[in-house]
């Protein structure tokens, strides 16, 4: 399983044909109390770069962008119930959506960790 | 070049002293002001059961005086300032001709020697108008009056069910003011202007105390046990339970008095007098009934509407979204906003539009979260 990282501070977990994909711990900081996550349907195909959800904090509205494209496989029920997940363990339960990769280049140009890291370090 | 200016974002004198308490800084108003300490979700809760202490040294504070100030006032705000007594104070607005809203603003009336030296009127504007208020007060208040601004004065809010449990052990005798009443007092040797009164809903108090002492002042209240420190974030989701309307939001040229629910602000003797910017509209709208009405919502399931959001009656769209957001106290998606009459009774069932889905929605009285003010003989 590899993770990588987008400059709109998704991470994407992949493992074989198909990809996890939540939002940074840096993200969810800048967030502030998540109250809401808005997922993409199952089955739905989104784009790299595209709007994928909305996270809500208590605040305002968010969008979270595709780190790649693909189609929408699972959602991650369990913020329907505690969205403060994403709060809490934003990189792990926390997970928004599960989709299968349309183009394995496309993971090309997205950081590794290392990489997030001192990119988040220069914010 | 652009001929537009850029906007300078300025510091309050708190500045350094939130940013050592670990606040995340965010612009609003043209100051640097913190959005939040530990969260907004915590920092709202703790100010419904204990205190909390916001920095609201944005806001405008000035001071007009000269004789007959009162009916000067009156000739601008639709209030009764005339028979407003000593140390007393009332939420009003500032109307442009048509009778639409420029500001709410908070006016007390001075004792005749009192904190600010002379027979006045001690007035508290939104920090993002208050140049714009400055300007129009100058513009259409007689020139024998004076007006003027108490930039070296920073305004800090103590809000919560403990405020004065906190306050009195720095300050006694805070206890004995009631809700809109105000006085001079000193806490550790700094003179304050202190009224019980605030944005929350709760009890609480709002203190002017000189800018140089702010910090020294911020961190004694901040010491006292009940007491943390609360962003804008908690200010504002406090004040939407609260059903309180925020400038430039919920309130603006386009919502009159009556449009926006504040009757209690256009008192009857104004009515029938009149006098006042718009007033033969906004009384006719109070008679006759307001074509338009700013109203609460309390939304099925947890998805928050946002400012902006179209309010739909059936397939009709009937209004908009001023503020919304979630409720910390009640845990559900709440909502302001202006519909169209006829869509405004408690109860009506209506949906906004977010995002192409529809959210079911329920027209609901205000205040969202009962408020706790301490009043005269209670």
């Known amino acids: 399983m590899t993770t990588y990282y987008t400059d709109e501070h998704e991470w994407i977990s992949v493992e074989g044909g198909t990809a996890t994909v939540g939002i ?45 494209s693909g189609t929408v496989s699972e959602v991650n029920g369990a913020l329907e119930e505690d969205p403060a997940l994403v709060n809490s363990a934003p990189e792990t339960d926390g997970w928004f959506f599960k989709l299968s990769v349309a183009d394995a280049a496309e993971l090309e140009g997205l950081m590794n960790a290392a990489e997030y890291k001192t990119f988040c370090d220069g914010l | 070049m652009s001929d537009e200016p850029e906007e300078i974002i300025q510091t309050l004198p708190l500045d350094r002293w939130h940013r050592a308490l670990g606040a995340r800084m965010v612009p609003f108003a043209g100051y640097q002001m913190p959005i939040q300490y530990d969260g907004i979700i915590a920092e709202h809760l703790w100010t419904r059961e ?20 009162d009916r000067a006032l009156e000739a601008l705000l639709p209030g009764d300032i005339v028979n407003l007594g000593v140390d007393r104070m009332r939420y009003s607005l500032l109307l442009d001709e048509q009778g639409g809203i420029l500001d709410d603003l908070m006016v007390t009336r001075l004792p005749g020697a009192g904190l600010f030296g002379a027979a006045a009127f001690y007035l508290v504007v939104n920090g993002a108008t208050k140049a714009d208020d400055i300007g129009h007060l100058h513009e259409y208040l007689p020139e024998e009056l004076t007006l003027n601004h108490l930039d070296e004065q920073a305004l800090l809010a103590l809000q919560g069910p403990k405020a004065v449990d906190a306050l009195a052990r720095l300050c006694p005798g805070v206890a004995k003011l009631v809700f809109m009443t105000a006085g001079a007092f000193e806490i ?14 709760e009890d609480g108090f709002e203190i002017s105390i000189p800018a140089k002492s702010a910090e020294r002042i911020a961190t004694l209240i901040t010491e006292q046990p009940e007491v943390r420190p609360i962003g804008l974030g908690a200010r504002d989701s406090l004040r939407l339970e609260a059903g309180l309307p925020l400038y430039g939001h919920d309130l ?17 003797r104004r009515r029938a007098e009149g006098g006042f910017p ?90 969202f979260v009962p ?8």
């Open chain 1, 24 to 68: 940074t711990d840096y993200a969810q900081a800048q967030l502030g109390d998540i109250v809401f996550v808005e997922l993409p349907a199952p089955g739905s195909n989104v784009t790299k770069g595209g709007e994928a959800a909305v996270v809500e904090s208590v605040k305002a509205a968010s969008d979270v962008f595709a780190p790649i």
């Open chain 2, 278 to 367: 718009g007033a033969p509209g906004i009384i006719r709208h109070f008679s006759e009934g307001a074509p338009r009405k700013r109203i609460g919502m309390i939304l099925a399931g947890r998805q928050p509407a946002r400012e902006g959001a179209a309010i739909l009656d059936g397939d009709i769209r009937v209004g908009t979204i001023t503020s919304g957001g979630f409720s910390p106290s009640l845990q559900v998606p709440i909502a302001m906003g202006y519909v169209d009459a006829p869509s405004a009774e408690l109860g009506r069932a209506l949906e906004i539009e977010v995002r192409g889905k529809r959210l079911d929605a329920t027209v609901a009285p205000m205040p």
């Open chain 2, 50 to 69: 204990s205190a909390g202490l916001f920095d609201v040294s944005h806001m405008g504070q000035l001071l007009v005086s000269g004789g007959d100030a």
């Open chain 2, 188 to 201: 550790a040797g700094v003179p304050a202007w202190i009224s019980r009164s605030g944005y929350t809903g």
């Open chain 2, 252 to 268: 603006d040229t386009s919502t009159d008095p009556a449009m926006a629910g504040l009757g209690f602000a256009v008192p009857k």
């Open chain 2, 371 to 378: 408020h706790r003010y301490v009043r005269q003989g209670s």
